[in-house]
């Protein structure tokens, strides 16, 4: 789910930069104040590396396969270094496979960066449920929101951007109807997005609690 | 996902090789942009012939560049493979059911154009400039400290953490994952669960690793406040780099307003 080069005009693509340049001043001013900022700065990087192997696992959907592409997670378990991540794991991504590419980069980090951040504020909104439900309970629901959020809306900008830029002579009733039955089709993968993150995120904190306090 | 492959960078003794990074990567990056700002088909093989001659210039080998082209290739032509069929009122050839058009062919050729030039230029790029270096003139441009800090710890643990996967990955097909009855359009949730465990470790691996690596990297004095050098790219740019960046900008100057004055 990545623009590559070529498909949007130099316009979106120098707006998608300005965008990812005001989200990425935005967090690095979250984390710059904090007490020890570069106490983080190793576990947000190797966790990088980690949500970047880790997209390339498949779910067997036979006969075929989804690959995940976990920016609600790393949202939910980063924090407000899931934007700075995300940029950077995009960029591996241009570099290593061609994946995505170079003018499209802060489009691309825009679409997945900022529901990532909005997945982080969902997550962390589960406090505010009180004892309504048990604390497992609602660790495991706020993960599944923030996954399946964080993925159908990056998908939702993805569909709007190829749609309204690609076609020469589309008329408005088709882009609407290939907008809705492409968002359609979206709805599963959404949800199973939001179902491993919900059920990695309770293996992590039955194993390793401190993981989820970013 | 190959992430098993290390630095694209390929040794050669070209001119764009010599090069001064922070030029080479200003100059390039404008001229990506002035190739994405085209719209106008008879512009294309301009374009093209930019990204050729440069890419000749460069002395890398064909076999790089076809290599790394198919993957990303596959997944744009999927994504125009039906445009000169189906968008357009001007209609170039019939045969059956199948209608040739002119606009949706335009757009096609002029995404694909535009697809490969931008590509060739990104190529040249990475083949041309090892990472390292590539990263110390981001850092030279301005990059904040903390997105190239993280960029270098990413990229030093990323192909450790890829074979720690790959192990992992092979330790549960020895123990039978993946090989029961699968049933079609279904997602098996005791796989999905088992997949989420994967994830998970791999994560807390990469935490407990962290943790390691912060505290050597303290007791080597990271994050005392010590003022860092700022990173002298010691080669002043040769004429020859100034020549380079200034034929590739006034290429993607022309351009720009070549699409001024033939847009109707």
Request: one cysteine or more.
């Amino acid at each position: 789910m990545h623009i590559p080069d070529g498909i949007l005009p130099a316009q979106v693509c120098a707006a998608g930069y300005a965008i990812t340049g005001l989200a990425t001043w935005y967090s690095l001013r979250q984390i710059n104040s904090r007490p020890d900022p570069t106490a983080e700065i190793p576990k947000a990087s190797l966790l990088t590396a980690a949500f970047f192997v880790a997209s390339s696992i498949y779910i067997p959907v036979p006969p075929a396969s989804v690959h995940l592409i976990l920016n609600g997670l790393l949202g939910v378990m980063l924090g407000y270094f899931a934007f700075p991540a995300i940029l950077i794991g995009l960029f591996f991504q241009a570099l290593v496979i061609g994946h995505g590419g170079i003018t499209t980069l802060g489009v691309n980090a825009a679409m997945m960066g900022i529901p990532a951040m909005l997945a982080y504020h969902i997550f962390q909104s589960r406090h505010t449920l009180g004892k309504v439900l048990t604390e497992p309970t609602r660790t495991g629901l706020f993960a599944f929101l923030g996954g399946t959020l964080g993925l159908g809306i990056a998908a939702l900008i993805f569909l709007a951007l190829i749609i309204f830029n690609i076609p020469a002579e589309l008329d408005a009733g088709a882009e609407r109807a290939a907008i809705l039955a492409l968002s359609i089709a979206h709805v599963p993968l959404a949800l199973i997005e939001g179902l491993f993150t919900a059920m990695l995120v309770l293996f992590v904190r039955r194993v390793k609690p401190e993981l989820l306090e970013g | 996902m190959g992430v098993a492959s290390h630095d694209t960078y390929l040794h050669r003794e070209s001119v764009i090789h010599r090069w001064s990074p922070r030029l080479k990567l200003v100059s390039l990056l404008v001229l990506m942009f002035a190739f994405a700002t085209v719209r106008q088909p008879i512009l294309i093989p301009w374009m093209l012939g930019l990204a050729v001659g440069l890419y000749l210039l460069s002395g890398l080998p064909l076999a790089f560049l076809g290599q790394r082209l198919s993957y990303p290739g596959l997944f744009v032509l999927a994504l125009v493979v039906l445009l000169p069929l189906t968008v357009g009122d001007t209609v170039l050839g019939q045969w059956g059911w199948l209608t040739l058009r002119q606009e949706g062919l335009e757009a096609t050729l002029l995404i694909v154009g535009r697809f490969l030039s931008i590509l060739t230029l990104g190529f040249i790029l990475l083949g041309t400039t090892p990472f390292l270096t590539l990263l110390q003139a981001m850092r030279s441009l301005g990059l904040p400290t903390i997105l190239a800090d993280m960029t270098l710890l990413s990229y030093r643990y990323l192909f450790e953490i890829a074979a720690m996967l790959a192990t992992m990955q092979q330790a549960m097909g020895l123990r039978g994952f993946g090989q029961g009855r699968q049933r079609w359009l279904r997602v098996n949730s005791q796989a999905l669960q088992q997949l989420a465990m994967l994830a998970g470790n791999l994560l807390i691996r990469s935490y407990e690793q962290s943790e390691r690596v912060y505290k050597a990297m303290r007791l080597r004095g990271y994050g005392y406040g010590v003022k860092r050098p700022k990173p002298s790219l010691a080669d002043q740019p040769s004429p020859l780099s100034w020549g380079l960046a200034g034929g590739v900008l006034a290429a993607a100057v022309g351009l720009v307003v070549a699409e001024g004055l033939l847009r109707p």
